[in-house]
């Protein structure tokens, strides 16, 4: 199909027939709506800024409180660790301490048992001589009873 051109006859459509709105508003309406525009707008900025400082006043106060807690929370902290580093220092001091202590009474031990062994051996040295004395003396009743046996069968 061929196109359809507009030729430089005059088109279709309506050209310049009259303005499309009559301005009947005057400067001073105008600049009334103006005025009533700005100002719903500055109440608008206006809440929006107090309302924007009233949470920047929550958040700063907020803040503060959060940032005194945490520094509570850092001594609280703090003090913990202290306490339970010196509690573990007297630990340490204490089983220091019982170490030695296990240290001199196994020392003791070792020393009472040397007296105990050096006594015992004396004991028994003892003992074996009255040992040794008592068996001499057995034999020597032995050798007189036997003599008196040995009489006794002669005289018979």
């Known amino acids: 199909m061929p196109k359809k051109g507009k ?14 709105g009559k301005k009947n508003d ?10 009533l525009i700005w100002q719903t707008r500055l109440n608008m900025v206006d809440n929006s800024r ?17 940032s005194e807690q945490m520094r509570q ?16 220092l007297e630990k340490d001091a204490e089983i220091e301490r019982l170490q030695q202590e296990y240290k001199d009474l196994h020392v003791e031990q070792a020393k009472e048992k040397d007296e105990l062994m ?6 028994r040295r003892f003992l ?5 004395r008592k ?12 003599q ?5 069968k002669r005289k018979a």
């Open 135 to 146: 068996e001499s003396e057995l034999d020597i009743v032995r050798h007189e009873l036997n």
């Open 26 to 35: 005057s400067p001073v309406k105008m600049a009334a709506k103006n005025t």
């Open 50 to 66: 107090k309302q924007i400082r009233e949470r920047y006043d929550n958040l700063n106060s907020e803040h503060e409180v959060l």
């Open 118 to 123: 050096v006594d015992f051996k004396q004991q």
């Open 7 to 20: 030729g430089k006859k005059g088109g279709k459509g309506k050209k310049g027939k009259g303005k499309k």
């Open 73 to 88: 929370t850092e001594k609280d902290t703090l003090d913990v660790i202290s306490f339970l580093k010196k509690q573990d």
């Open 148 to 152: 008196i046996k040995d009489f006794r």
């Open 128 to 132: 074996d001589e009255k040992l040794a």
